[in-house]
């Protein structure tokens, strides 16, 4: 009910708000407010999750965290929104939120018929499957006729529906909005199976089950999941703020700056560096930031392997397609000149 | 404002010859009245003719055509309008409006049933069933009804076995944390037949009673209406199942993979979410019940009495009736707000009509035509139980003098 009420509140901003994206730029308006209004997720381990001191930590944050080292040269010039599945696109389509890093995945329809654009890949996820060891399940094509806990309203939902009609096989939905509730309903042997992103069943095992060896993930991994930061059409500029933050990240591994040596290494000779850190060319200029809006980036928040390793590592998270091209995995940044 | 009423006032006042002026009240109240409306309007419009410009800028999508797209997501519960993965969002819809009506239905019949017994308990002359009672309905309508809810789930989860060590309090009935499974008749032609005869034995039931009290007026002598209608309605089924060759296989539940098959079945959500909603309900209309009877003039009783019928059937025949009145109008409101409370299933996943919309919002994008469909749905089942009620009080207030 409370979605409902803030589905139809959103909706009832998208009514009352008059068009600002003909008025002021995404930029503008971000600037003037003073800081970047970012919807991450309500709690899940390693992507979005307020600590024990109320700090919210992970990579969909590292990203807010990154865009707002980028517009401002000042990481914590951001402010969180927490978001359910169900509220996240309207909460962006409204303008409730500038950017959402919400372990979103990234489809044709969300792309195109919602009126958001993909700003690029932070995660390549998969859907799997968990169950208790006990059972005995040793693969997915093992589960005809099993009962499963899903999240609604997520692309989870229907790859589920999909794999189990591909594979003639009948299952027992049980839908419950709350992950929490969803978790209790699985613990509580109300269901076999619970199914989410790979990542997420990685992140639910290691800090929820009373017990992480009780429980198996399935070796099926049966969706593709890229996930990655989002914005609303109507505004490019802020597009291509995000996405080259995003790509930022990325090039940063790979030209071997982290926030610890990117100070020192400022100086290099070598003509990437020299270009990343703002010391030539007019990339920022051309954004509309700093210069030195890539050199704030990994100064205040890290490159990717930093993210990585500080927030998904600690729970059993291997960097597997998630690596670089260089060392065999996906992480591919356009060069940045 | 003022201009408006000036003018009209010329214009009337050289008809009728009454001079109308702002400080006719009539006027000022009509000005007033139009001005209101007007407003109404334009808010409207603009809330309107700025959404669809909005959505238009930001290229979203809108309008009723997803409703034919292929859905694929599945549902838990599909007992009444059969559905797949593969059917379009609009069946969905339906799916999840007829989850709701069951559980609506149920609840109203249930809740009805245990708040007047609760409610005729709380006037009870013993001291024990009065007070539990009242400590009955005090606690249960005090807590809110989304903490029931997950207090009912998490019984039903938590406490019951998987089904491996299933529970089976009587022979082919099993309790589990997957739900109730309970044998039932395997269904054959004959059963067909039963219902038909059983439809008819309830006209006949009826046309006895009606012949009857004509009887009881007439020579002021009673026949047997109890024992007359229940063998109208169970002698017919049962000589049809005779008949019929006494069928009497049954679909007896059986453990097979994960869960039981076969057999009839009763979800753990759709559990926790009627008996949440029939105990909570319950107490209001318990309450209702009580101020009803106690709205009867307390000598209705004694001349009950003085004309030597017993409590039970004075309670039945002269004071429930009168309390009816009094009863009716309020108990609408529950029945209603038994309906729109059902909406709160999504937290414990039962799939009704919020729950499937909520779904088809996020996999379509179409939040305000989704929102539009669960509003207007709820207004129209709820306007019917109005209108359904409204007529049954009409009826039972025409005995007023």
């Known amino acids: 009910m409370r979605t409902i009420m803030l589905a139809a509140a959103a909706s009832l901003a998208l009514a009352a708000a008059p068009d600002r994206a003909a008025a002021q730029t995404m930029l503008a308006a971000v600037k003037a407010k003073g800081y970047v209004q970012c919807g991450v997720n309500t709690g899940l381990a390693g992507f979005s999750q307020p600590d024990s001191r109320g700090q919210w930590k992970g990579i969909d944050v590292d990203l807010c965290r990154a865009v707002a080292a980028a517009v401002f040269g000042d990481a914590s010039k951001v402010r969180f929104t927490p978001l359910t599945a169900q509220q996240r696109f309207t909460a962006l389509q409204s303008g409730e939120v500038d950017v959402l890093s919400r372990n979103t995945t990234w489809t044709a329809t969300r792309d195109s018929s919602l009126g958001l654009n993909f700003a690029g890949v932070i995660y390549y996820d998969g859907q799997g499957f968990m169950v208790p060891r006990k059972l005995g399940v040793k693969s997915a094509k093992q589960l005809n006729g099993a009962t499963v806990c899903v999240q609604p309203g997520t692309t989870t939902e229907l790859n589920l529906a999909d794999y189990f009609r591909a594979n003639g096989m009948t299952f027992k939905p049980v839908v419950i909005e709350k992950l929490e509730e969803v978790l209790n309903a699985y613990f509580a042997g109300r269901c076999d199976v619970y199914t989410t ?141 | 404002m003022r201009r408006r009423s000036g003018s009209a006032g010329v214009g009337g006042g050289a008809a009728s010859r009454v001079r109308l002026s702002t400080g006719d009240p009539r006027l000022r ?149 997957r739900g ?46 109890l024992a007359g209608a229940a063998a109208l309605l169970l002698l017919p089924p049962a000589i049809v199942w005779l008949a019929g060759g006494a069928p009497a296989r049954l679909s007896v539940p059986e453990l097979a993979g994960f869960n039981f098959a076969g057999g009839a079945h009763l979800s753990p959500e759709f559990a926790a979410l009627a008996a949440g909603l029939i105990v909570y309900t319950a107490s209001f209309i318990a309450e209702i019940v009580r101020a009803g009877v106690l709205s009867v003039h307390h000598g209705q009783f004694e001349a009950a ?41 999504v937290a414990i996943g ?52």
């Not at chain 2, 004959?190 to 059983?198: D, E, S, T």
């Open chain 2, 180 to 225: 109730i499974f309970f044998p039932v008749p395997a269904w054959s032609a004959v059963h067909g037949w039963m219902l038909a005869a059983f439809a008819g034995g309830v006209f006949a039931a009826v046309a006895y009673a009606w012949w009857a009290r004509r009887r009881q007026a007439r020579t002021g002598r009673r026949p047997p209406v």
């Open chain 2, 350 to 401: 039962y799939p009704d009509l919020v729950s499937i919309a909520n779904t088809t919002i996020n996999q379509t994008g179409q939040a305000i035509e989704g929102i539009a469909i669960i509003m207007a749905v709820y207004l129209t089942i709820s306007l019917a139980i109005s209108a359904l009620m409204n007529w049954y009080n009409a009826r039972i207030a025409l005995t007023e003098r």
């Open chain 2, 305 to 345: 009495s003085a004309l030597g019928l017993r409590r039970g059937l004075a309670l039945r025949l002269v004071v429930l009736p009168q309390a009816l009145r009094a009863i009716v109008p309020p108990i609408t409101s529950q029945y209603l707000n038994l309906t729109k409370n059902s909406s709160l299933a």
């Open chain 2, 29 to 177: 109240a009509l000005a007033y009245q139009a001005a209101a409306l007007a407003a109404v309007i334009f808010v409207g419009w603009y809330l309107i003719s700025n959404t669809l410009a909005n959505l238009e800028a930001r290229r979203i999508a809108s309008g009723l055509g997803f409703l034919g797209r292929e859905a694929g997501f599945a549902i838990g519960e599909t007992s009444l309008v059969p559905y797949s993965a593969a059917d379009t969002y609009l069946r969905a819809i339906v799916v999840g409006l007829a989850n709701t009506f069951r559980v609506a239905l149920i609840g109203i019949v249930a809740a009805t049933v245990l708040g007047t017994l609760v409610g005729l308990a709380r006037l009870s002359r013993n001291w024990l069933v009065a007070k539990l009672a009242a400590g009955y309905v005090e606690f249960v309508r005090n807590v809110p009804l989304l903490v029931q809810l997950f207090f009912w789930y998490a019984v039903i989860t938590e406490n019951l076995p998987v089904p491996r060590e299933a529970v089976e309090p009587l022979p082919g009935v099993f309790l589990v944390n």
């Open chain 1, 197 to 337: 992103d790979v990542s997420g069943l990685v992140a639910v095992r290691a800090s929820r089950a009373p017990n992480p060896a009780d429980h198996v993930i399935l070796p099926e991994v049966i969706s593709k999941e890229p996930l990655g930061p989002v914005v609303r059409h109507g505004d490019d500029q802020w597009f291509d703020i995000v996405k080259w933050t995003l790509f930022a990240l990325l090039e940063a591994e790979e030209l071997g700056l982290s926030s610890k040596t990117i100070e020192q290494n400022a100086s290099s000779a070598n003509p990437s560096i020299q270009r990343f850190v703002g010391a030539t060319g007019d990339i920022g200029k051309m954004l509309g930031l700093d210069n030195r809006w890539a050199f704030n980036v990994v100064r205040l928040v890290g490159n990717y392997g930093e993210i990585f390793d500080a927030n998904l590592k600690p729970l059993g998270f291997d960097r597997g397609i998630n690596n670089l091209w260089t060392n065999g995995g996906l992480m591919y940044a356009p060069p940045i000149r």
